[in-house]
């Protein structure tokens, strides 16, 4: 049974800097893709970034691109999420998620095994 925990939220000023981690159980993770998204109050959970197994490819949203970094480090079974120049839109619970099937990255139907997620906060 894999097992994800996410770390480093919190509550930031507008431009801004955060670093999220993905810490997974499992020594067979480093076989996957993974993916982050991100749910607001009262919306519908959103892709945001994407990381093949090997690294090297990544994907973004639009929202995002250009701002944050998805990395891996599968040494360490983590996955991180460096958001710079954060806006109060993005303001969410960011969670990860493991890509098990061939459904496009973007997708949520693509993940399983979701993390239990942490806050971000961006104050204006």
């Known amino acids: 049974q894999v097992q994800l925990v996410e770390s480093g939220g919190g509550l930031v000023q507008a431009g801004g800097s955060l670093r999220l981690s993905c810490a997974a159980s499992?020594?067979?993770?480093?076989?996957?893709?993974m993916g982050w998204f991100r749910q607001a109050p009262g919306k519908e959970r959103e892709f945001v970034a994407a990381?093949?197994?090997?690294?090297?490819?990544?994907y973004y949203a639009d929202s995002v691109k250009g701002r944050s970094t998805i990395s891996r480090d599968n040494a360490k079974n983590t996955v991180y999420l460096q958001m710079d120049s954060l806006k109060p839109e993005d303001t969410a619970v960011y969670y990860c998620?493991?890509?098990?099937?061939?459904?496009?990255?973007?997708?949520?139907?693509?993940?399983?095994?979701w993390g239990q997620g942490t806050q971000v906060t961006v104050s204006s």
């Open positions: 499992g020594s067979l993770l480093s076989s996957y893709a």
């Open positions: 998620a493991v890509r098990t099937n061939t459904h496009s990255y973007s997708s949520s139907y693509a993940y399983d095994y």
């Open positions: 990381i093949s197994w090997s690294g090297s490819r990544t």
